[in-house]
């Protein structure tokens, strides 16, 4: 996906990921390209230690198993919520300007960040997978 989102347009990007590795990209990862980006160049520089957490797969730990109701639901935000009050995390969803899925999401990102800098996180795959560029790649959780 590196060289992919190399490409100045979607469309580009997509065919160049499709041509590498057999499918296209999302328009939502392709508009996370400056992000992306980003986060390179201080990997790069070795600025900083970076780590991938996928919420939903630390919600699903927290919970024992993956979670059956949408985050985008009242229903799925009350489950995440009180999964977040288990692991002493309370949430006020009423942040101005923010989805409670996300406000949600940012809560249980920093409950994984805790815990890999703690020493207690696990990595999917274990060990983490090491690609060609050297960054040993996973998700923390």
Partial sequence: MRVA???????????????????GISTQAFNLRPKLQEVEKLAFARAYRIIEVHPEVSFA??????LAASKKTAE?????????????IGVD??????????????????????????GQADSLPDPPEVFSDGWPSAIWV
């Fill in 5 to 23: 989102c190399q490409g100045d347009t979607h469309a580009r990007a997509s065919t160049v990921n499709r041509e590498r590795a057999g499918e």
């Fill in 61 to 66: 730990r927290i919970a024992g198993r993956p």
């Fill in 76 to 88: 799925g935000q009350r489950v995440r919520r009180d999964l977040l009050a288990t692991v002493g």
């Fill in 93 to 118: 969803a009423s942040v101005v300007g923010a989805a409670v899925d996300d406000v949600l999401d940012a809560a249980v990102v920093a409950w994984s960040g805790r815990r890999v800098l703690s």
